[in-house]
């Protein structure tokens, strides 16, 4: 029982380059969800997903999109990426008030 | 405009004794609170929560306080051990709709625990 997994652990991007991280659950949760921590604050919610198919806006979703691919697994995608996203990613799950997190993902745009 | 607000960003204890760290909020909306603890490189584990229709919740070593007309919300470790030595987050939400909760985080307090 993995919990939840993050791919990759680390990533450098160029500006203006693309990726997609990825995130998965083996707890057969239902919502699912993407945050950032940025030095000195709180995680900032950025996308969530209540069920698979069905996505929402958070905190802060500018310039990201994501994919509920199935109940497991559920994606972030930077299209273009800016210096500003230079953070550490983490995804959560949960089926009730508690929500469980990866280990993180963390990326720097250069 | 920050909704959730921990105060103080580090606390040291002596082994032992007793932790108490604090958070503030905002919204009236929120209903459902946590804290989680983080250690570096590894994601936030939840360690208790508390919904707004109590006042304290414990689980071992760990009780949360609400004080709802206060807008105040503390968690006490009792006793103090060097593994708690880690960064601590208070979170806030309003009732979720389909068990989503949207949690908005303070910016964390560092606790260290002296052995």
């Known amino acids: 029982n993995a919990g939840v997994t993050q791919t990759p652990k680390f990533q450098v991007l160029k500006t203006g380059q693309s990726m997609t991280l990825q995130c998965a659950q083996d707890?057969?949760?239902?919502?699912m969800y993407w945050y950032r921590q940025d030095p000195g604050m709180g995680l900032r919610l950025i996308y969530y997903?209540?069920?698979?198919?069905?996505?929402d806006k958070g905190e802060v979703p500018n310039g990201y999109n994501v994919s509920r691919l199935n109940k497991r697994e559920f994606s972030l995608r930077l299209e273009s990426a800016a210096p500003s996203q230079t953070s550490v990613y983490f995804c959560?799950?949960?089926?009730?008030?508690?929500?469980?997190f990866g280990p993180g993902t963390r990326l720097t745009v250069t | 405009d920050q909704q959730v607000k921990q105060n103080s960003p580090s606390l040291s204890v002596q082994e032992g004794r007793i932790s108490i760290l604090n958070c503030d909020y905002t919204?009236?909306?929120?209903?459902?609170f946590l804290w989680y603890k983080k250690y570096p490189a590894e994601g936030p584990t939840f360690l208790i929560s508390?919904?707004?229709?109590?006042d304290k919740n414990e689980d071992g070593r760990f009780t949360v306080f609400l004080n709802k007309s206060a807008k105040h919300l503390s968690l006490h470790i009792v006793p103090s051990q060097p593994g708690d030595s880690a960064v601590y987050f208070c979170?806030?939400?309003?009732?979720?709709?389909?068990?989503?909760?949207?949690?908005?985080f303070g910016t964390g307090t560092r606790l260290k625990v002296l052995a």
């Open positions: 959560a799950s949960s089926e009730r008030v508690e929500q469980y």
């Open positions: 707890m057969n949760h239902n919502s």
């Open positions: 997903s209540a069920s698979e198919g069905t996505t």
């Open positions: 919204n009236s909306m929120f209903d459902y």
């Open positions: 508390i919904s707004s229709i109590k």
């Open positions: 979170a806030a939400s309003p009732y979720g709709t389909s068990g989503t909760y949207k949690y908005i």
